[in-house]
């Protein structure tokens, strides 16, 4: 399951933790608003380096770094 995907974590309560609510509210908006290639909804989850590498090549560098600073501090 995507860490930033505000559907699963909170609609289907999958993860309801503090940290994991406020990971999915900042990426929100590129659930209802982003492009196909920046919602951590849209395509298939292949992991986070994929989706890091997906909203880089996008042009989301503000939310690539976010990606990136979690894989830093979680794995």
């Known amino acids: 399951m995507p860490p930033f995907d505000v559907v699963p974590n909170m609609a289907g309560q999958n993860n ?14 590129l659930t209802f608003l982003g492009t196909e290639l920046t919602s951590p909804h849209t395509l298939p989850y292949l992991g986070l380096e994929s989706y890091h590498t ?10 690539a770094q976010d990606v990136l600073n979690y894989i830093e501090k979680n794995t």
């Open 54 to 63: 997906q909203l880089r090549l996008a042009g989301n560098h503000r939310r």
């Open 16 to 29: 309801l933790s503090p940290s994991s609510l406020i990971r999915s509210l900042k990426f929100m908006g």
